[in-house]
């Protein structure tokens, strides 16, 4: 018989907010409560009597993870680890993300290689569940453009004009266009879009769009280019996979875990020169572009909701199940 239970499940992300953590807050709140579970979405945590929490990013929700331990001892918690606590607050914030990794029953990891940058102590927590996606309904790309998409907000960790930078240094007679989607964190990003529009005619940023925008997007593109510093395993590489869509990514652990560390469609980290050979490469080789198009379709299955769910119900009953 399935046990019903009642889920806090905290995200420092706010209602209104399009930011990654909220998005997977309000994806997990519709697959749990269809699973039969009552979830209670919120930012802080207040004390509320709950059978389980589970905490978006160890960092920001470990006063949440601390108070619900001390509250409600011996009920299970599970902590989602984010890019951010991973690949910075582990060395900037120690004790307290390691804290919140040391009180929690299980980990969940978003991508396959997470367990190369969490403390060997931890492996045995470590659950790895890839983040469903949706595919769009039809592709139609331009014919006359190569149209290549970026999906992300604008802020340090995304590297968000590095794709802009690389289409410069492709020669003109290559009709390419770049569309970028995704909120300015602040003035000066949104500053430093508008002035790239200004100088670099292949370039658009579009500002925040609604999910339905970014949906029309990939149906559009060409090619999408993740350009990410770090990432705990992007949703839009996902959405991009199950679409059909190729991709080129930065050659970091979020993105190679999620592609196979195999997958051609790469390059160095910050390399604007090395990331515009890869985007003439894909604008020129009609079977480098179809073979980055394969291997993504190959690795589809990962991303389905009852492949998602299916490792959720896993887990809450490991979590849950009488000693």
Sequence with gaps: MIRRLTIM????ARPASRSGNRVTADRWHMLLTGLGHTVNVVTT???QPADLLIAIHAWRSADAVARFAHDQPGKPIIVCL????????QASHPSVTHGAMTAATALVGLHDLVALSIPERTHPKLHIIHQSASPVVRRTPATDTFDICVI?????????????????LLPQSLPVRVTHVGGAMDADWAARAHEEMARNPRYIWRGEVPASGVADLLASTRLMVLSSTSEGGANVLGEAIVSGVPV???AIEGSLGLLGTDYPGTYPTGDTQALAGQLKRAIEEPAFLADLTSRCMARAFLFTPEREQAAWSTLLDKVTRPL
């Design 9 to 12: 499940l905290v995200t420092p």
């Design 45 to 47: 945590y207040d004390g």
């Design 82 to 89: 984010s890019g951010t606590d991973i690949y910075a607050y």
């Design 152 to 168: 992300g907000h604008l802020r340090a960790e995304k590297d968000p004009f590095r794709t802009a930078e690389a289409v410069r």
């Design 248 to 250: 080129i990514v930065s």
